[in-house]
């Protein structure tokens, strides 16, 4: 892989720039020029079945910044992903993705998604899997340079240079991830949108990944969301989104969080914005959840 900075002093040199707060009962921050939103949602809600998965969410993801979608399994992390990409069926209230309604053709090639499944063809190798892909993006003899260029890249990127002539079926689940992952690079992404990237992963592949992504981020100018369940990882960010039962609990950078919750770690700030939740829950009014 390649050679990548420190992502944790990154993180935090670029966190401290990242100090205004939408959690309720924080005191609203002025900063001289906002930040663009890549993504802004207003009162998003999604049913999913017979449930109601996103309860009514209000927040935006920040351009060229990583997000981490924090929360326990079965909140709504996917689904709210889906609803980002334009693959999710009945979403109500606002979602702007760069600018364009959420789902808009234009937005297909400027976001790259990767699902929690690793889709790739197992039957060809890790460059034909690529090539196949980089085909669809880049198509005709006229962008041939182009096609290897970004293959070539992409390979590198998620460290699979040793294994492009290997078998995709014949990789582990973490290789098949990485393929899955340098698929989503090719068309260079404005908007990166990665659930649960690092299942199963190594703690030294977890830390090449999370370098790799501040990486694209910083040369790229890439916007990253990025789901997981692990609250260590909620470090690595430069902003989080915290999850539960389809709403959002928190929208902050792990500093503040950990600072307003007066806790050491994200996770303890994240148990008791959880027990304040139940606490005004069960002092709520009955409301029926479907
Ligand atoms: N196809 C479906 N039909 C009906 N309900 C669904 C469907 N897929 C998911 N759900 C429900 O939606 C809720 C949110 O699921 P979602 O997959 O978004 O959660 P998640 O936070 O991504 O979970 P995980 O971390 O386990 O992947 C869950 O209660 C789940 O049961």
Known sequence: MMNYPAGEAAD?????????????????????????????????????????????????????????????????????MRAIVGTQAKVDGTLQVLGHPAGDPTLRSRIGYVTQAPSVYDDLTVRQNLDYFAAVLFPGRAHRQERRTTVDRAIDDVDLASHADSLAGRLSGGQRSRVSLAVALLGTPELLVLDEPTVGLDPVLRRDL???????????????????????????????????????????????????????????????????????????PEEPRS
């Open 12 to 80: 935090q040199a670029t966190a401290r720039s990242d100090t205004d707060s939408t959690t309720p009962g924080s005191p609203p921050a002025h900063p001289a020029v906002p930040p663009a939103a890549a993504i802004a949602a207003q009162g998003l809600t999604t049913v999913r079945g017979d449930r109601t998965v996103l309860r009514g969410l209000d927040f935006t993801v920040r351009a060229g910044r990583i997000t981490g979608l924090l929360g326990p399994s079965g909140c709504g992390k996917t689904t709210l």
């Open 210 to 284: 999370w370098n790799l992504f501040h990486q694209i981020a910083a040369d790229r100018g890439t916007t990253l969301l990025v789901s997981s369940h692990v609250m260590d990882e909620a470090e690595r960010c430069h902003r989080l989104l915290l999850m539960r039962e389809g709403e959002i609990l928190a929208d902050d950078t792990p500093e503040a969080l950990r600072h307003r919750n007066d806790t050491a770690t994200v996770e303890e700030a994240f148990l008791r914005l959880v027990d304040a939740a139940a606490a005004r829950a069960a002092h709520a």
